[in-house]
Every structure is written in C-alpha cells, then in structure tokens.
C-alpha cells in the first residue's frame, strides 16, 4: 500500500481514535513532553501472514511493520529535538508465538519439521533517533510469522520489562505502556485456550499498577462493545475473545479472569480494534500522534497553597519578627512542572519552618498587678473568708504571649471578683455564764438588725434562761439590735434566774409533761413545771378520772384463751375475748357484755368422697390415658390424694398433614403419588403403628426418560430427527434434529482447510494460529499437481 493511501486513511479515521483514547491520560498546564518507555507486545503467529480481510488483501505483518516502523520513524524525530536525555522516549519490542525465551533476540526453533518463533523480547529498551532508528527498524522486518499465540509468555515479559523501567531511577518521571497487538485468540495449538488467556490477564493486572495498557485487534471477531457472555448457553468464541482483550487492557484494571473482569474504569477505551488495513494504519497513526502530544502535568502545589493559607491566617503584630514568612512566601515560584515537584514541596516546607519558628510578644500583665496590690493592702482578718483572693492570686501564671492576652485579663478579673466578693465580718462571741453546752458564735452583718435567739445553753441547776445581756442592756428572744464596727470582739453573755415548779400543765412549749400513761385502772400522772417552760423531773401531779377500763376487742387464738373446741370439720372452736389494752381475758369479768367468739376453725376433714367435677381436676385425659381427680370431705373440701377416673381417655384424633417427617412413601413414576401417615391432632402421634395412611393426589412422581427414538433418518438432502419420551405415561420429554449426511463427493474445500488436514496427516503436532477464517483459496488449485500442493502446504507452515 503507497504511503498517501495511509496519510488519507488516517486523516478520515483520526476522530475515530480520538474518541477511543481515554481522557485521564493527558492533563492541562504543561511544559515538557512526558518521556515514554513504550513496550510494542507483537503477534507473529502464522496467522500474520493472511489477508486482514476476504475484501482487503493486504497481509497483516504487512501492516504491523508498516505501523511499527512509522512508530521507531515519528520517536526518533522527536526524541531527536530533545536535548535532555530524560526527556527522550525509549521502545522495547516483544514478540511472541510459541515457547518463551529469556534470551533478547529473534530466535525459533523446529518441532516435527516446522518452525516456530520464541516468544521473547527482540531488544530491551532503546531510544531511536535519526541517527540509529535503522537498528530499531531492522528489528522490526526481520519479523517472519510462525507459531501459536501464546499471550501469556508475552505479558510475562511486558511485566519484566515494566519492573525494569520502574526501577530505573533515571526514568522515574517517565510514563510506562503497553502496546498489546494480536490477530487471533490466545492459544498453544489452534482453539481458544482459556489458561493462556486467563494467565496473559493475571500478568496485565500486575503491568496494570504502574503502566497502561492498550489492545489492538486484527481479526474477523475483534468488537470492542461485546465485554462477555449474555444469555444462557455456552460463551461464543467472539464473547471469549472480546472479555480477554477487555480483560488484557487498562479497561478493566482489577480484572482477574476473561470471565471475571471486575468493575470497568470510567469513561475507558484502552481495546481498539480494526478489521481492515485503513481501519488499522489510522488507528496506529493516532496513537503515535497522541503518544507525541503527551506533556509533563504541572507541579502540585496544594501543599504551598496550604501554607500559604495558614500564613495568611496569622496576625502579623502578634509576632516579634514576620519577616521570614514574608520571604518565604515570595520564593515561590509557580512555573514548575511534575518533575520538579520536590523544589515545589520546599517551597511549602520553607513556609511551614518559617511558621513554626515565630515567636509571640509578650502579653500585658499591668492589669495584674494593679489587682494583687489591691489585694495586698486588705487585712483578711476582718473579712469571713479571704481563701479565694489568695486562690486567685496563687492562680496567676506567669509568661504568657500576646495570643493569650485574653487568659491574663482573666487573671486580673478573677482577682478582683474576689476582692468584691470579700464579706466584713463582726468577731462576736456568747458566753454562756455557768451554762453547759455550746452555741456557734453569731454571723453577724455589719450595720444590719441582728436577732436575739433561742439560748441553746443548759441552764445551771434549779435556773432558768432569763435573756441575752450586751453591756448593760438585757435582751429577749426575739428582740433586734444592730451591731457596728465598735462591738467587735464584745460578748452576748446568758442571764439565769431560780425555777419555780408550780405549773400543773400537761404540756409546755408542745413538749407533754406526761410522767406515766392512764391504764385501765388507774389515772395517768404529769411533771409540774415552772412559768419558764423548765419542767420538773421529780414533782408531778395526778390526772383524775383517766383510768380507761378493759376494752374486750381483741381476738387472739391462743390456748390460754381457749373456751371450747370443735369435735369435727361442722363445728367451730371458741375464744374469750382479750382487752385490747391489757391483755385480760372476759371470762372471769361480769361487767364484759360479749365475753367470747367462734373462730374459722372447724375439726378435721375425712377425705374419702370420690367426685368426678372439674374443681377436683388433678390431670385432663389424654389419648391413652384417663383423667385424674383429687378426693374429697364430705364438706367439700379438697384433699391431696388423686383417683384415676376409668373409661374417660379421649382415643387418637388423626387427621392429613402433608409433611417430610411424615412421609410413608415417595411416588416412583409419574403415575403413582406420595403417600403420608397420619398424624393424631392431639398428641402428635402418626397411624403407623396401625398402618393406616393416605394418598397426597396433589403429588406425582418424575417421568423415567427412554432412550433416543429415531423418528427420521437423515439424507444428504434433508435433516432427521429423534426424540425421547417417559416410559410409563409416553409423554414426548425432549426432541433433537440430525445433521444431515455430508455430501463428501461435492463439497469444495477451503486452501486454509485441505491445509490444515494435509498437516494433520503429516505430523498431530503442526500449529494453527491465530484467525485463519480468512484465507482464500483459488479454485484453481483444485487443477494443480500433488506435488504443488505439498510446496504451498510446507511454504506456510515451515515459518
């Protein structure tokens, strides 16, 4: 094909591309071209050599040369105006076909007489310029198809060869990828092989977490919209084929099987395909085109902004020196790219140090100290408690900066509260003047009434509480008095005087004088005491008329008090009545009006009556057994001992229950039904002891399938057919139509099939590879010799 065909193909296919390619792959604001270390992943199966299509002869090695070395041709021109070695692009070439190889060559080997290419790497990374692009290129024709299409080998190596970019520190600002080509399904001889195929997309996942990776198919099943299998049924061989270069590719970075590909990438078109040679040379132009056009991302500075942000947040007059934030600030430099990110990390470090290491002015303590000077000038001796002014001061801290001028004024404000908190206080005593006990000193406030109160002294023996004395003014309970700062430290003295027990009260102050209660027969006895409220302990005086008399309310059932008992369960027995205050009994008092009670009690019960009613139900009957009832007294009453109540079991109730653990027997064919015991409603017991059971008409047993019946013979002409049926009820299961006979004598055979069977006879070992639904064969060679044929048949296989 001339070279302008291929300029006008890619011209017209160009958006095509554009479309496939994914967006993540480019980025905005960029200054150098990315370098590339580009593996080219290459079928050169046998298969290579056929026509891309029955329509478009052009042979497919024909094309992938052709597109590779316009690869090495567009790289070396461009690598070529680079200056700097980093930013130059590098190609390794893999090849692969049949046996794998750890050797860098172009090597095969013969197997029953055919030959075969290694899968292996043609030549480790290079960097084509126009000065040695020929070297690349002559790599690249030497390029013969033969073999299979083992695609395991060949990502295998892709793998080795991305861990050796990405271990090279002199490409680690390099973007790696992978150019997967193939003509035809993964194989080691000549159908799809699914251990191949899974293996090739097990090696890719790995590729895949440090390059991208894109296929390219040239073959008659190549879709890139078929991702797997839809419907019931086996997987088609284009379903198969599709998922694994879905699988292979970046499209499906997780992807762990062609069966199991995982969750697809967003907006992704890493598998491109093509079924003609204008399809296939645009498609190779626009990845050569977009390789090319791939620069460097700039430099990340979010951390430089973040700093940045946090300087600005800051007050500068918070700090003795700013200065050197400023500086660093103004140091940046926004005009990096992605390879110079670690001078764009030391932008933003440089600014962080210079944070860090900012110094606070001091804060403003005067407000303090005006405060604890305040304080100091107080005596505390005459406040009632100066604990939280010393408290205050105490919580003072000192050295605190600018930032915290806030914790400082509080400081200041605390002491002050305290100080306006402070409360004078009177040191004022009592004095208790020969009294006992003890009394707490009064709270007195200064300048307010104060109240005289209740003297809690005890009074020295035969006295009484007169009042409160302060100076020469005697006070009563009760009376107010307002102290100043001239009383303090003066006394509240108690002043006593002589008791006179001549008061008959029974109570005094709501406190009873009571010496001893009235009882039944006598009068109950009080303390006199004096006009002061003091109460005698020795002189008391009588309560006349307050004997209470006996009161016969109380019942109590003790022997003691046992008038007559009951001879049996008819009769009760009898108590005298007991005087609810005393305990006397009625009996021997003639004044007592009721003198005696019956009590609940009654005599023994006799429990011999045999009464079959449900308030003697000791047990219900159940199916085998009858019910139980308690025997009884004549009076009614219930004893303990049980009687068994004869002819009252109840009998099984059976009734249908359609469950497993009931089952007698499963019907055997589609005639008969399963078959169940009975289950009694009651207890749960089935009818198999008496076997007894019952049909389930809802059931029905499987169909027993015979063997293929012959309905019609097939012909060359027309199809047969045969079918299966159930043995016992002749329902037709299952019908199947037979090929018809083939018609050897007229049938035309293929050149890709008479080769293929001549093979076959020749050695089971040759390989098909690849897709060979498109070979053509001339009819003419139906005319040619024996001997032209085994030419043509050892022409293509012996590669």
Not at 325 to 349: L, S
Request: net charge negative.
């Amino acid at each position: 094909m001339k070279i302008y065909k291929k300029v006008i193909a890619c011209i017209l296919t160009l958006m095509m591309f554009f479309a496939q390619m994914p967006v993540n792959v480019f980025a905005a604001n960029q200054k150098n071209n990315i370098p590339l270390d580009i593996v080219l992943v290459l079928d050169v199966s046998g298969s290579m050599e056929d026509p891309i299509t029955s329509t478009d002869t052009t042979k497919r090695i024909t094309i992938l040369k052709d597109s590779i070395n316009q690869f090495i041709e567009e790289f070396a021109k461009n690598n070529s105006k680079q200056s700097d070695e980093k930013y130059q692009s590098r190609i390794s070439i893999i090849k692969f076909a049949g046996d794998k190889s750890d050797k860098v060559g172009n090597d095969t080997y013969t197997e029953n007489r055919y030959r075969y290419n290694y899968t292996q790497i043609m030549n480790d990374f290079f960097t084509a310029t126009n000065d040695n692009k020929a070297k690349l290129e002559d790599v690249v024709n030497s390029i013969s198809p033969a073999g299979a299409t083992r695609s395991d080998f060949a990502m295998e190596l892709a793998l080795k060869q991305i861990n050796q970019s990405k271990n090279d520190e002199s490409r680690k600002d390099a973007k790696r990828i992978v150019f997967f080509v193939t003509d035809g399904q993964p194989t080691t001889l000549n159908n799809f092989d699914d251990d191949v195929a899974n293996r090739a997309i097990t090696a890719s996942e790995e590729i895949k977490k440090d390059a991208e990776v894109y296929t390219f198919g040239m073959f008659s099943l190549t879709d890139p919209s078929i991702t797997g299998h839809v419907g019931s049924g086996s997987w088609s061989d284009a379903e198969k084929f599709n998922a694994y270069m879905h699988g292979v590719s970046s499209n499906y970075s997780d992807a762990q099987s062609y069966k199991n590909l995982g969750t697809r990438a967003e907006n992704s078109a890493y598998y491109m395909g093509a079924k003609s040679s204008k399809e296939a040379t645009a498609i190779f132009d626009s990845v050569i085109a977009k390789l090319l056009s791939m620069t460097y991302a700039g430099a990340d500075y979010t951390d430089v902004d973040a700093a940045i942000k946090r300087a600005n947040s800051l007050n500068k007059d918070n700090y003795k020196d700013f200065s050197k934030v400023e500086d660093a600030i103004n140091a940046v430099n926004r005009d990096k790219d992605i390879t110079e990110q670690e001078v764009v990390n030391g932008y933003a470090k440089a600014i962080n140090e210079a944070i860090d290491h900012l110094e606070y002015k001091a804060a403003d303590y005067t407000k303090v100290t005006e405060a604890i000077e305040k304080a100091n000038k107080l005596n505390k001796d005459n406040y009632e408690d100066f604990t939280k002014v010393t408290a205050a001061i105490n919580a003072v801290a000192p050295g605190k900066n600018i930032t915290q001028q806030d914790e400082v004024d509080a400081m200041a404000k605390a002491i002050n509260d305290a100080i306006d908190a402070l409360v004078f206080q009177l040191k004022i005593k009592y004095d208790s003047n020969g009294g006992t006990g003890t009394m707490t000193n009064p709270a007195i406030e200064l300048d307010k009434e104060f109240t005289f109160p209740k003297c809690e002294y005890v009074a020295p023996n035969g006295k009484h509480f007169k009042g409160w004395q302060v100076d020469s003014t005697i006070y009563k309970v009760g009376d107010p008095r307002v102290f100043t700062k001239d009383d303090q430290n003066k006394e509240i003295k108690a002043v006593w005087e002589e008791h006179t027990f001549d008061q008959k009260l029974k109570e005094v102050n709501g406190v009873s004088t009571l010496k001893d209660k009235a009882t039944c027969t006598t009068n109950a006895i009080y303390y006199k005491s004096c006009t002061c409220g003091q109460v005698s302990t020795t002189e008391t005086f009588e309560d006349k008329d307050t004997k209470l008399g006996h009161e016969y309310t109380k019942q109590i059932k003790d022997e003691k008090y046992l008038k007559s008992q009951g001879s049996n369960c008819q009769e009760h027995d009898a108590y005298w009545y007991v005087c609810s205050r005393c305990d006397a009994s009625a009996k021997d008092d003639e004044n007592a009006q009721d003198k005696y009670y019956e009590s609940a009690e009654v005599g023994n019960h006799v429990y011999d009556q045999e009464v079959e009613s449900s308030e003697y139900l000791a047990t219900p009957a159940t199916c085998m057994t009858p019910a139980r009832y308690y025997k009884s007294c004549i009076c009614g009453a219930k004893g303990t001992e049980a009687f068994a109540a004869t002819g009252t079991h109840l009998g099984h109730a059976y009734i249908e229950v359609k469950n497993p653990q009931f089952l007698r027997e499963k019907a055997t064919n589609c005639k008969e039904h399963d078959t169940y015991w009975y289950v009694c409603s009651r207890c749960g017991k089935t009818s198999k002891t008496i076997n007894k059971y019952y049909e389930d008409k809802d059931s029905k047993g499987e169909h027993i399938s015979s063997d293929w019946i012959i309905d019609q013979q097939p012909t060359v002409a027309k199809e047969g057919s045969k079918h299966k049926e159930c043995t016992v009820c002749k329902e037709v299961l299952e019908t199947e139509k037979i090929a018809k006979l083939e018609n050897v004598k007229t049938e035309t055979k293929k050149e890709e099939t008479a080769s293929k069977k001549e093979t076959k006879v020749e050695s089971k070992k040759a390989v098909t590879t690849g897709d060979n639904t498109n070979s053509i064969v001339p009819m003419a060679l139906l005319g040619i010799s024996l001997l032209g044929i085994y030419i043509i048949v050892m022409k293509k296989y012996v590669r």
